[in-house]
């Protein structure tokens, strides 16, 4: 019998100063039964940083074909595609080529430094490609707000997110690759 996902609730009160972006998110998040604590927290403080009305989770490691979280406009093109993790060469050239802007957020601690070592060569030709990267300790800070039923709020302010339960408080800040 196949696991089925962990489903999360998460009220995200957004203040985005940097693009003068406020508002309220009711969001539905399913953990892949593979997918870590972290990963999934992760994918709600990315969901924060880029956040609009029009932004949504896709079916993330289910889809081959989709990135983690995307921002499609009213003609279903791609304007924002959102990827975690470490993928090859071919998926980030089907990224570029199909979104206006990609973002890429690694996280691992050394596999993903060694990851990048081997691809930054190769990705430095697409022009519309972020990769940030994201320590570990900031992804275990994440974790301690992980719960079934969240209230969050996150602040952004000259680059920085500050994620907040009311109670714990985390600063997620990456390292630019590219």
């Given at each position: 019998m196949a696991l089925s996902a962990t489903i999360y609730k998460a009220n995200l009160s957004i203040s985005d100063m940097d693009r003068g972006y406020y508002a309220e998110h009711a969001l539905t998040i399913a953990q892949h039964?593979?997918?870590?604590?972290?990963?999934?927290m992760l994918r709600v403080?990315?969901?924060?940083?880029?956040?609009?009305?029009?932004?949504?989770?896709?079916?993330?490691?289910?889809?081959?074909d989709e990135p983690e979280?995307?921002?499609k406009n009213y003609s279903d093109e791609i304007?924002?595609?959102?990827?975690?993790?470490?993928?090859?060469e071919k998926r980030l050239k089907k990224a570029c080529g199909r979104a206006d802007a990609v973002w890429l957020y690694c996280y691992g601690g050394r596999a993903a430094e060694i990851w990048w070592q081997g691809m930054k060569g190769k990705?430095?030709?697409?022009?519309?490609?972020?990769?940030?990267?994201?320590?570990?300790?900031?992804?275990?800070?994440?974790?301690?707000?992980?719960?079934?039923?969240?209230?969050?709020?996150?602040?952004?302010q000259d680059g920085q997110l500050w994620l907040s339960n009311g109670e714990t408080t985390v600063l997620v800040e990456g390292e630019r690759w590219q």
């Open positions: 039964p593979s997918e870590t604590l972290e990963r999934m403080a990315v969901f924060a940083l880029h956040a609009s009305e029009t932004l949504t989770f896709t079916k993330g490691l289910c889809a081959d979280i995307w921002q304007e924002l595609w959102l990827d975690l993790g470490e993928p090859d990705s430095a030709r697409f022009a519309n490609l972020n990769v940030i990267n994201i320590a570990p300790a900031t992804l275990a800070g994440l974790v301690t707000l992980a719960e079934r039923g969240m209230q969050l709020t996150a602040t952004i």
